[in-house]
């Protein structure tokens, strides 16, 4: 193999790698953000359940 192929090869093997990396840190970010939403739907799907067991309890005490 020669060095001008050899050095091809390298800067392919580099831009790769470099476009690998975009990615993941692309994908990392996504997952991040996905998973504050879902924190946050979490969090207001734990609030619409404990008003409902308050409105429960107001209209049926011995319900629960």
Known sequence: ?????????????????????QQWETDLEKTRE??????????????RSVILIIIVQSFYPSVL
């Not at 091809?8 to 990396?21: C, V």
């Open 34 to 47: 996905n998973e504050e939403k879902l924190q946050v739907v979490t969090a207001v799907d734990l609030i």
């Open 1 to 21: 193999m020669h060095v001008a192929d050899r050095q091809k090869l390298m800067e392919e093997y580099r831009k790769q790698n470099l476009l690998l990396f």
